[in-house]
T-cell receptor
Framework: EADIYQTPRYLVIGTGKKITLECSQT?????MYWYQQDPGMELHLIHY???????EKGDLSSESTVSRIRTEHFPLTLESARPSHTSQYLC?????????????FGPGTRLLVL | GENVEQHPSTLSVQEGDSAVIKCTYS??????FPWYKQELGKGPQLIID?????GEKKDQRIAVTLNKTAKHFSLHITETQPEDSAVYFC???????????FGTGTRLTIIP
């Protein structure tokens, strides 16, 4: 099983709150990703990073922001949460030096904004 | 960009029978095709993958076939067991792109 961790696993917050979803991996992987998974199961890429100080927007527009100050850490922040942000957020990572294509996923954070 | 279609969206099979999930892709440059299994409350986990230089790959009860000409690939699960119940995703990417395009998922239910 991949060593990629997400906290919290579940979060219920009120509208307007600022939240940060944590993602850490201990595999030394260069590339990391954030996906949003809607109730219909589909995975949407919202952010990715090639390495430290690199952040890119994904295919789905998102009001969230990310940072990559350390290789192992890729947090996602919502400055002002809204009910439309209710979803499951999945973090993943890839080893650019190894099996470049294989993405390893964390367990996810299920967010509910009231 | 790449577009991946996955069918069916739900599938119920009797325990012991076989299950087949099919995906088609649009970008002929795609050359890597993984399958992920997502169990309830967990993130997707890679179960098998195939590259475009082979037509079939097998790992115990699961197998994947690839038809590059038709641009489709399939997951086959034989002798299904209750623990096979999960959501399965196919995906495609172009080597060096490192971005996977996922299918919309298939919810597989194994009926005891």
């Amino acid at each position: 099983e991949a060593d990629i961790y997400q906290t919290p696993r579940y979060l219920v917050i009120g509208t307007g709150k600022k939240i940060t979803l944590e993602c850490s991996q201990t595999m030394g992987h260069d590339k990391m990703y954030w996906y949003q998974q809607d109730p219909g199961m589909e995975l949407h890429l919202i952010h990715y990073s090639y390495g430290v100080n690199s952040t890119e927007k994904g295919d789905l527009s998102s009001e969230s922001t990310v940072s990559r100050i350390r290789t192992e850490h890729f947090p996602l922040t919502l400055e002002s949460a809204r009910p439309s942000h209710t979803s499951q957020y999945l973090c993943a990572s890839t080893d650019l030096g190894g099996r470049q294509e294989t993405q390893y996923f964390g367990p996810g954070t299920r967010l509910l904004v009231l | 960009g790449e577009n991946v279609e996955q069918h069916p969206s739900t599938l119920s099979v009797q325990e012991g029978d076989s299950a087949v999930i099919k995906c088609t892709y649009s970008d002929s440059a795609s050359n890597y095709f993984p399958w992920y299994k997502q169990e309830l409350g967990k993130g997707p986990q890679l179960i098998i993958d195939i590259r475009s230089n082979v037509g079939e790959k097998k790992d115990q009860r699961i197998a994947v076939t690839l038809n590059k000409t038709a641009k489709h690939f399939s997951l086959h699960i034989t002798e299904t067991q209750p623990e096979d119940s999960a959501v399965y995703f196919c995906a495609a990417s172009n080597f060096g792109n490192e971005k996977l395009t996922f299918g919309t998922g298939t919810r597989l239910t194994i009926i005891p």
